[in-house]
């Protein structure tokens, strides 16, 4: 992957998107959507000296579709979940390379599945 973004979280950072998706943060890593992500931008997204950009709803989706254009929907996901990791909000002992891995060979399933079903 060529640019990862800079994704730092504080207790504050993930209390206001608890807030803001109604749950715990367990609860919305389990359902993770595409306003998840959003959310989780506009919270945590760092400048490369690391200051904390102000991002409105929009510029965050805007981010959101260039860095999915880029690398798709699961790692950005997967990437979020390094950053709570690291900030000690989630298990150091989530495996998100084994996580990647596990999420393509579902995929890549149910591409087959669906490739069958239409032909």
């Known amino acids: 992957m060529s640019t990862k973004l800079n994704l730092k979280f504080t207790a504050r950072d993930v209390a206001a998107v608890e807030e803001a998706l109604d749950g715990s943060l367990e609860k919305i890593i389990a359902s993770f959507k595409l306003t998840t992500l959003i959310q989780f931008l506009m919270v945590g997204l760092r400048d490369k000296d690391g200051k904390k950009l102000d991002?409105?709803?929009?510029?965050?989706?805007?981010?959101?579709?260039?860095a999915i254009k880029e690398h798709g929907k699961i790692e950005l996901q997967i990437q979020v979940i390094d950053a709570l990791i690291e900030a000690g909000f989630l298990p150091k002992a989530i495996d998100t390379?084994?996580?990647?891995?596990t999420l393509s060979e579902a995929i890549d399933e149910a591409s087959k599945i669906t490739g069958k079903a239409t032909k």
Not at 55 to 66: I, N, P
Not at 97 to 101: D, E, S, T
């Open 55 to 66: 991002l409105s709803e929009d510029a965050a989706f805007d981010v959101v579709d260039g």
């Open 97 to 101: 390379g084994q996580l990647r891995a």
